[in-house]
């Protein structure tokens, strides 16, 4: 790693850090304090949040103080279910022991900031047996907390046995869980700033991820990080054998390369904007992005939301009512065939 942070440009300023995407929590506490000084020695240290995803089984006391050393500010936890049946059914190493113990450790180090990441919609998980999870979350104090819907991704056990006809998706089920998710966290005091992430005030939001979905740049390091950099966007070879010997040869890491034009970024400035509770203020996003032939129709779009009731009108910025979020997905594909 030592070799990919020694290239990353000096006149870039880095507001907020966030290793994750994988469980750097693996890595041993001497591997992590040599992999946190070899970047901090090659970017600006003047950053407001460095997020560290970890998973239960992973977390150490050891581990966790050399990260705070180093300027950590916030644990995000991989629990996904408090329940051991539904954990067995996604095939995670950790079980609730793990997870209570992982907590104990990570509210003694005395951090500032935390997320519980929990899933939702699963195998054999009732709503009440979710709203038992999210109550269980509510109990630890964690100032943030993420869910996510169950998705199914390719090469997996779940995926498979979609494939073959043993889960099926129920678009009515998980209706009623993101229902039930909203109305609970928010009687528990959550502010709901994005459709999956809620915190307990303003100051306890991910900057981190903010920043990624107002389209401002970024730049990862590692095997399959993906960048956004210099109005173009481009990932790292996934094969870690492949990143080693690019590296090594001192060769160009970039695959995938993808310019990006000022509609692509409006366009995904909107996709994800519409996403946080704030909402996108249409005319003055086609300003800023200088969107001239195709600005009426993303006008007539918002129209049409607006009279289905699916967005809110309010100081020129439009916000996805609660019929609006569950139909996110469908509008952000018609957004992208505009």
């Given amino acids: 790693m030592d070799a990919e942070f020694s290239n990353l440009p000096r006149d870039v300023s880095f507001s907020t850090i966030f290793w994750g995407g994988g469980t750097p929590s693996l890595l041993s506490a001497k591997d992590l304090n040599r992999l946190g000084k070899s970047m901090l020695k090659n970017i600006n240290s003047d950053f407001s ?17 050399v990260l705070l050393e180093l300027g950590v500010t916030r644990f995000s936890l991989g629990v996904q279910s408090f329940n051991a049946k539904v954990l067995e059914s996604l095939g995670r190493l950790h079980n609730p022991v793990q997870i209570n113990i992982a907590w104990d450790l990570i509210a003694l180090s005395g951090v500032n900031d935390t997320n519980i990441d929990l899933m939702f919609a699963l195998p054999n998980q009732s709503l009440d047996l979710w709203e038992k999870d999210l109550i269980i979350a509510d109990d630890l104090q964690s100032n943030h907390i993420s869910t996510y819907c169950l998705t199914f991704e390719e090469d997996t056990a779940l995926y498979l046995k979609l494939a073959e ?174």
């Avoid at 997020?51 to 103080?65: G, Y």
């Avoid at 920043?211 to 996934?238: E, H, L, V």
Wanted: proline share 2%; aromatic share 12%.
């Fill in 49 to 65: 949040e460095w997020t560290v995803e970890m998973a239960p089984s992973t977390v150490k006391a050891d581990k966790l103080n």
């Fill in 165 to 338: 006809g043993n889960l099926k998706i129920d678009e009515e089920r998980e209706r009623l869980f993101y229902l039930n998710t909203w109305d609970i966290l928010e009687n528990f005091g959550f502010n709901q700033y994005e459709i999956s992430n809620f915190s307990r005030g303003n100051n306890s939001t991910c900057k981190h991820n903010i920043n990624t979905w107002k389209m401002n740049d970024w730049i990862g390091c590692g095997p399959s990080a993906a960048s956004q950099f210099s109005d173009m966007r481009y990932r790292n070879p996934s094969s870690i054998d492949q990143w080693l010997k690019v590296l090594t040869h001192l060769g160009d890491l970039r695959e995938d390369v993808t310019p990006l034009s000022q509609e692509m970024i409006f366009v995904d400035r909107i996709l994800f904007g519409l996403r946080m509770n704030e909402g996108v203020h249409l005319n003055n996003l086609i300003k800023s992005y200088a969107i001239s032939q195709n600005a009426n129709n993303y006008r007539n779009y918002f129209n049409e939301l607006e009279k289905e009731e699916y967005v809110n009108l309010n100081d020129g910025y439009y916000k996805l009512t609660r019929e609006g979020k569950l139909r996110s997905d469908a509008i952000g594909l018609n957004l992208m065939s505009i």
